[in-house]
T-cell receptor, first 111, second 113 residues
Framework: DTAVSQTPKYLVTQMGNDKSIKCEQN?????MYWYKQDSKKFLKIMFS???????INETVPNRFSPKSPDKAHLNLHINSLELGDSAVYFC??????????FGSGTRLTVV | AQSVAQPEDQVNVAEGNPLTVKCTYS??????LFWYVQYPNRGLQFLLK??????LVKGSYGFEAEFNKSQTSFHLKKPSALVSDSALYFC???????????FGTGTKLQVIP
């Protein structure tokens, strides 16, 4: 059973398009996250949701909008995609300080 | 607030030798520290954590980490490296709460056969 699953695994799209990445966790965790990993492998937090409530929103462009329909799901919608959005996006979940469980990532390529 | 630093971009070690991947931290209050590993084209996997208690923390795959308060370090160690340990290793710490964990810049470990 996959603990944190994200789809799609790969996403290639043209500049200006709108796309979504979905994430689901079956661990019963109370907090979910989106992280961005750039080409240098740096990991930066984008958003954090606790029980469907947005609690962290880092300096991310407004084109990125997370949505959490329930505490097991956290989707990421991106409008008007730009070349600089190309990266690997990781979803993760956690239960307090027990550590994160990560999804396998979505490699987004904007052409 | 807490932050972590990984001073080495890459560490090379021969198979069978002990390995150390370094991490230093700055913290106000009690530190919470984590190590994660990322294999190529995979997500990060949790290795171990320090919250309180013994300074030597044992984790997955034979890894351990030593918390040193006087040196503000949390180095990852393994007595005998395997080629399969080659991966990217991240030190991490919550920043003001568990909902925001910040990661170090990562250290690429290369184990040479």
């Amino acid at each position: 059973d996959t603990a944190v699953s994200q789809t799609p695994k790969y996403l290639v799209t043209q500049m200006g398009n709108d796309k979504s990445i979905k994430c689901e966790q079956n661990l019963g965790h109370d907090t979910m996250y989106w992280y961005k990993q750039d080409s240098k492998k740096f990991l930066k937090i984008m958003f954090s949701y606790n029980n469907k409530e947005l609690i962290i929103n880092e300096t991310v462009p407004n084109r990125f909008s997370p949505k959490s329909p329930d505490k097991a799901h956290l989707n990421l919608h991106i409008n008007s995609l730009e070349l600089g959005d190309s990266a690997v996006y990781f979803c993760a979940s956690s239960l307090q300080f027990y550590g994160y469980t990560f999804g396998s990532g979505t490699r987004l390529t904007v052409v | 607030a807490q932050s972590v630093a990984q001073p080495e971009d890459q560490v090379n070690v021969a198979e069978g030798n002990p390995l150390t991947v370094k991490c230093t931290y700055s913290v106000s209050g009690n530190p919470y520290l984590f190590w994660y590993v990322q294999y190529p084209n995979r997500g990060l996997q949790f290795l171990l954590k320090y919250i309180t208690g013994d300074n030597l923390v044992k984790g997955s795959y034979g890894f351990e980490a030593e918390f040193n308060k006087s040196q503000t370090s949390f180095h990852l160690k393994k007595p005998s490296a395997l080629v399969s340990d080659s991966a990217l290793y991240f030190c991490a710490a919550p920043e003001g709460g568990y909902q925001k964990v910040t990661f170090g810049t990562g250290t690429k470990l290369q184990v040479i056969p």
